[in-house]
């Protein structure tokens, strides 16, 4: 699956087409830049995608165009969900090992086995 984001006009607007092939996406690419077309560049081009999305647009009033591979994105996505996940492990280790948060832990632990935790009001009924 395969995704372009038309950035066009002077606002940089965007919308994206999806295309189930790389073949589609590079065709509609290459259509809507106009570089396929003996046309004037001024003549607006239409485009359909694979989901029943269209787009007519100038070519000269094409910013750009991101086309991306949504199965390397996801896995991408993966990879960078699990460097995160590691950092964090790594950081809760090293703050394990670190003696100013042991010992300020230990404090904790201390205030809470002896019932010095926040203040709490308790309603008074009958």
Same mark, same amino acid.
């Given at each position: 699956?395969?995704?372009?984001?038309?950035?066009? &006009?002077?606002?940089?607007?965007?919308?994206?087409?999806?295309?189930?092939?790389?073949?589609?996406?590079?065709?509609?690419?290459?259509?809507?830049? &106009?570089?396929?077309?003996?046309?004037?560049?001024?003549?607006?081009h239409c485009?359909d995608d694979?989901?029943?999305?269209?787009?007519?647009?100038?070519?000269?009033?094409?910013v750009g165009?991101?086309?991306?591979?949504?199965?390397?994105?996801?896995?991408?996505?993966?990879?960078?969900?699990?460097?995160?996940?590691?950092?964090?492990?790594?950081?809760?280790?090293?703050?394990?090992?670190?003696?100013?948060?042991?010992?300020?832990?230990?404090?904790?632990?201390?205030?809470?086995?002896?019932? &010095?935790?926040?203040?709490?009001?308790?309603?008074?009924? &009958?």
């Amino acid at each position: 699956m395969y995704s372009l984001t038309i950035v066009f &006009g002077p606002r940089a607007t965007q919308w994206t087409l999806m295309y189930e092939t790389l073949t589609a996406a590079v065709l509609a690419r290459s259509h809507l830049y &106009g570089e396929n077309e003996n046309s004037n560049k001024t003549d607006p081009h239409c485009c359909d995608d694979d989901f029943g999305q269209s787009i007519c647009i100038k070519p000269e009033d094409v910013v750009g165009i991101l086309m991306e591979d949504l199965d390397k994105s996801k896995q991408v996505h993966v990879e960078t969900a699990l460097h995160q996940a590691r950092t964090m492990a790594a950081s809760e280790e090293a703050m394990r090992q670190e003696p100013a948060v042991r010992e300020a832990q230990s404090r904790a632990q201390a205030r809470a086995r002896m019932g &010095g935790g926040p203040a709490m009001i308790s309603p008074r009924i &009958g």
